[in-house]
C-alpha cells in the first residue's frame, strides 16, 4: 500500500499550494506529480481558445492580497489562508468604509469557524472570504465610516495557458480505461486532493503490472480542462475508450458512494458495484440528476463515454464541503485506503473483462462457414445452434461483457465461455 506516501505529499507539498484553474499554484502541483511519475506529462490549453459553447479564461496569478485596518494593521492576510480571496479575483487598490467593504466580504452564517471556498472564473469581480465569527467581530469593533485598505495583487493574462496533467499507462490493447479528477480548489483536502492522491496511488500500482488495457489518467481544472480535453480529443476518447471513473471527495472515512453513468447500463457501472460486493461494502448510489463534476461532460450528448463517479461522501453530502474545515482533520489515510480500494478493484474488473465485438457489420454468412446447422457433434459447442451463434454477435458490441452476453442469451459461464472461444476460432468476433 502506498497511499501513506501520496498521503503525505499531498498533504505537506500540495495543500499549501494556491490551486485555480489556471496560475503558478496549480502548475506547481502538476510539477509535484511528475517527480513521482516520469513519464508524466504536463500540457496546456491557450486562454481565449473556443471549446464548443466555452472559452478558455484567462490565467490568473496572484502574489498577495490583504485588508489593513485605519491603524494599519493586516487584518486579513490571504498568506493565512488561500481561500481568503474570491478565486479569480481582479487586482483591486482601492479604500473603503466598513459599510462598503461588508458588501465585499463573505461568510457562512451557519458555520461560524469555517471560512468559505468562493470563485469567480468567468466574471471579473473581487472580493474576501473570511469566518462568520470574524466578519460580526468587525462590524462590532468599527465604525461605519472608519477606512479599510483592500490590496489583491493579482494579473489576469489573457494570452496565458490552462495547465493540466495527463498519464498513459500502455495495454495490450489500446482500448482504454480513463481516470479523471480535479485540479482547481485550493486548500480543500477531500475536494479534490483526495482524488489527486487516490489516483497517483492507483498510478504506481498499475505502472507495474501487465494490464489487458490502456489506462489514462487525467488531472485536468474542473468543468472547463473536461471541455477542452473532449474538445481536443473527441475522436480518439469515442474510439477507445470502454470505461472509467471520475475520482472526487474521496478521502473521508464516513461513507462510501458512487453516482452510475446516466443510464446505468456501462460496464463501468457493473465493475463498480462488483468491486463494492467483493469487499463487503454497502454502499449510497447518486442519481445522475444530482451530477456535480466532471461526469456533466464525459456523459453529456454526443461524448457518452461511459464513465462513473466514486466517492466516499458525495461533494456537497459533508459539512465541511467548500470551506475551511474540509482539511487533514477530515481526509485521512484510512479513509483515502478505503477510497482507493474501491477505485483499485473496479479497474481492474474492467481491465480483466472481456468484451467481445462482432467483426461484420449486420450478420456474417453462416451458410458458406457449414454453420448454419445444428452445431454439437461437430464442432463441440454443446448442442448449440445457428441461433445461439447469432444471438451472441447481437450482443458483441464492445459493451457487454460474456457474463452480460450469457444472461441476455440464455447461457451458463461454462457455456457462454465455449461459444466466445468457438467465435474466437472461426475469426467472427476479436
Keep these: 500500500m502506498n497511499i501513506k506516501q501520496f498521503y503525505y505529499i499531498g498533504k505537506?507539498?500540495?495543500?499549501?499550494?494556491?490551486?485555480?484553474?489556471?496560475?503558478?499554484?496549480?502548475?506547481e502541483t502538476l510539477k509535484i506529480i511528475k517527480k513521482n511519475f516520469k513519464k508524466f506529462k504536463i500540457k496546456k490549453f491557450d486562454s481565449q481558445k473556443r471549446v464548443f459553447d466555452w472559452k478558455v479564461p484567462s490565467q490568473w496569478e496572484i502574489r498577495d492580497a490583504y485588508i489593513l485596518d485605519k491603524f494599519n494593521k493586516k487584518i486579513v492576510n490571504f498568506k493565512n489562508n488561500n481561500l481568503h480571496v474570491v478565486g479569480y479575483s481582479i487586482p483591486i487598490n482601492k479604500t473603503l468604509n466598513l459599510l462598503q467593504l461588508k458588501k465585499k466580504i463573505y461568510s457562512l452564517p451557519k458555520q461560524t469557524d469555517a471560512i468559505p471556498y468562493m470563485t469567480s472564473y468567468y466574471n471579473k469581480d473581487w472580493g474576501f472570504c473570511v469566518t462568520d465569527k470574524f466578519k460580526r467581530k468587525l462590524l462590532k469593533k468599527y465604525k461605519k465610516n472608519d477606512k479599510f485598505k483592500v490590496v489583491i495583487k493579482s494579473k489576469l493574462k489573457s494570452r496565458g495557458k490552462i495547465n493540466y496533467g495527463e498519464y498513459l499507462i500502455k495495454g495490450k490493447s489500446k482500448k482504454e480505461i480513463l481516470i479523471s479528477t480535479y485540479i482547481c480548489h485550493p486548500s480543500l483536502a477531500n475536494d479534490n486532493l483526495s482524488g489527486i492522491i487516490v489516483s497517483m496511488a492507483l498510478m504506481k500500482y498499475f505502472e507495474t503490472l501487465r494490464n489487458k488495457k490502456s489506462i489514462r489518467f487525467l488531472f485536468l481544472p474542473e468543468t472547463i480542462g473536461s471541455i477542452a480535453y473532449i474538445s481536443k480529443n473527441l475522436n480518439m476518447l469515442r474510439k477507445n475508450v470502454i470505461g472509467g471513473?471520475?475520482?472526487?471527495?474521496?478521502?473521508?472515512?464516513?461513507?462510501?458512494?458512487?453516482?452510475?453513468?446516466?443510464?446505468?447500463?456501462?460496464?463501468?457501472?457493473?465493475?463498480?458495484e462488483e468491486a463494492y460486493k467483493k469487499n463487503r461494502i454497502k454502499f449510497k448510489s447518486y442519481s445522475f440528476l444530482l451530477r456535480g463534476s466532471d461526469e456533466r461532460q464525459f456523459c453529456s450528448p454526443g461524448v457518452e463515454l461511459p464513465l462513473a463517479s466514486i466517492f466516499r461522501t458525495k461533494y456537497g453530502e459533508f459539512p465541511e464541503y467548500h470551506n475551511s474545515l474540509d482539511n487533514f482533520n477530515l481526509v485521512t489515510i484510512k479513509g483515502l485506503e478505503g477510497g482507493y480500494k474501491i477505485a483499485k478493484q473496479a479497474i481492474l474488473n474492467i481491465n480483466n473483462k472481456i468484451l467481445p465485438v462482432s467483426k461484420y457489420l449486420c450478420e456474417p454468412q453462416l451458410g458458406k462457414r457449414?454453420?448454419?446447422?445444428?452445431?454439437?457433434?461437430?464442432?463441440?459447442?454443446?448442442?448449440?445452434?445457428?441461433?445461439?451463434?447469432?444471438?451472441?454477435?447481437?450482443?458483441?458490441?464492445?459493451?457487454?461483457?460474456?457474463?452480460k452476453i450469457g444472461k441476455y442469451i440464455k447461457l451458463d459461464k461454462t457455456k457462454i465461455n465455449k461459444l466466445y472461444k468457438f467465435l474466437l476460432e472461426k475469426k467472427l468476433i476479436h
Design 12 to 27: 505537506n507539498q500540495m495543500y499549501p499550494l494556491c490551486r485555480s484553474l489556471s496560475g503558478s499554484g496549480t502548475l
Design 245 to 272: 471513473y471520475i475520482l472526487s471527495c474521496i478521502g473521508d472515512n464516513r461513507n462510501h458512494s458512487c453516482m452510475f453513468s446516466k443510464y446505468k447500463n456501462t460496464i463501468s457501472d457493473t465493475s463498480l
Design 370 to 403: 457449414g454453420l448454419y446447422k445444428l452445431l454439437s457433434k461437430k464442432n463441440n459447442v454443446d448442442s448449440q445452434d445457428c441461433w445461439k451463434i447469432l444471438d451472441f454477435l447481437q450482443f458483441a458490441d464492445g459493451k457487454n461483457d460474456l457474463n
